[in-house]
């Protein structure tokens, strides 16, 4: 799965288009290096999202296509 819909499909950012953006301006890291929007997401990756002078780490424990609201927390477990 792509890295911008992943990070909307899991909800750490709430529209693709604004992940698209936070890729594009380097804002958004996977396992310790800058990423691309089509970098593909798997299984164990470490994505680290700049917001400001806020910083969230999150290690990538599911990817799936679609997933309900209250189940997105098994998505990711924050770091």
Same mark, same amino acid.
């Given at each position: 799965?792509?890295?911008? &819909?992943?990070?909307?499909? *899991?909800?750490?950012? !709430?529209?693709?288009? %604004?992940?698209?953006?936070?890729?594009?301006?380097?804002? +958004?890291?996977?396992?310790? &290096?800058?990423?691309?929007? *089509?970098?593909?997401? !798997?299984?164990?990756? %470490?994505?680290?999202?700049?917001?400001?002078?806020?910083? +969230?780490?999150?290690?990538?424990?599911?990817?799936?296509?679609?997933?309900?609201?209250?189940?997105?927390?098994?998505?990711?477990?924050?770091?």
């Amino acid at each position: 799965m792509r890295l911008d &819909k992943y990070l909307k499909v *899991s909800r750490l950012i !709430k529209r693709r288009t %604004v992940a698209n953006e936070a890729c594009d301006a380097g804002r +958004v890291a996977v396992n310790g &290096k800058p990423a691309r929007a *089509s970098y593909d997401v !798997k299984v164990g990756d %470490v994505i680290e999202i700049t917001f400001g002078n806020k910083t +969230v780490k999150a290690e990538v424990t599911k990817v799936a296509e679609a997933v309900r609201k209250e189940e997105t927390a098994e998505m990711f477990r924050l770091l």
